[in-house]
């Protein structure tokens, strides 16, 4: 509660780096409190360490357990949402975000980085507007970002991973509660027309009830009634009684 009390603090006044002044208030606070902080392995230092290939049973489990349920919400989230947002925040500017461009970057990172030995990655809505939140307006922001996590990769003796460790889940939390917001009330919502709202509620719903995978078919079954349905009316509507 500290921490979103200072986040939200903080946004008042653009001219502070929220995000960062939060985060180090809850290092701080989660210090003097004996609080946990994150459970953050330090793995091996390797460079272009090539893994072992995978067998034919664990590219099946793979794409049963990883790859399926993972690609609704990649393709909604990380494709369609973010070229949308991008779109509602920057305008022309984000012109050349389209979801065949994220979707294209997004496979072939995937491509050339997983085989030596890197996490799956892909875009993403959330964190789109989480940089859009806390102040970020071009692309400086994500490079610095990725500067310094570069340095604290390299930083020697495990001191990356431990000055991560220092930070409380509940202060990553409060910044995830700020950019879920900020995806849940925007002025799409609102401008929508009334007879979206129910496909919005049943497509919510069922995500959060089941997972993405289901409210993805919810949304997209719901939808097509609603076309149907206005266009039936439309048409008795038009007919001579």
């Known amino acids: 509660m500290a921490t979103l009390a200072l986040i939200l603090g903080l946004l008042l006044a653009p001219r502070w780096p929220a ?21 953050v392995v330090a793995g091996p230092a390797t460079i ?6 995978p067998s034919l049973a664990e590219l099946e489990r793979a794409a049963t357990t990883l790859v ?20 509602d925040y920057f305008g ?14 997004s496979g072939l990172a995937n ?27 071009s692309g400086t922001a994500p490079l610095a970002l990725g500067l310094v996590l570069l340095g604290l990769a390299l930083l020697p003796g495990g001191l990356g991973p431990s000055l ?23 002025r799409r919502l609102f401008d929508s027309r ?28 719901g939808e097509a009634l609603r076309v149907l349905a206005l266009r039936l009316v439309q048409r008795y509507a038009g007919k001579p009684s």
């Open 19 to 39: 995000s960062l002044v939060a985060l180090t208030g809850a290092a701080a606070l989660a210090a003097a409190l004996g609080a946990p902080g994150l459970d």
């Open 48 to 53: 272009l360490a090539l893994p072992d290939l």
């Open 68 to 87: 399926l349920p993972q690609l609704s919400l990649t393709l909604t989230n990380a494709v369609l949402l973010t070229a949308l947002v991008a779109g």
């Open 92 to 105: 022309e500017r984000a012109a050349h975000v389209t979801p065949t461009r994220l979707a294209v970057t």
């Open 111 to 137: 491509l050339l980085l997983t085989p030596l030995g890197a996490m799956p990655m892909c875009h993403g809505a959330g964190g789109l507007a989480a940089h859009h939140r806390f102040g970020a307006r």
């Open 164 to 186: 991560l460790a220092a930070l409380p889940a509940a202060g990553l939390g409060a910044l995830l509660l700020v950019t879920a917001g900020e995806l849940a009330v925007t």
């Open 194 to 221: 009334r007879s979206c709202w129910p496909v919005i509620a049943a497509t919510a719903a069922i995500t959060l009830w089941i997972d993405p995978f289901w409210g993805l078919v919810t949304g997209a079954a």
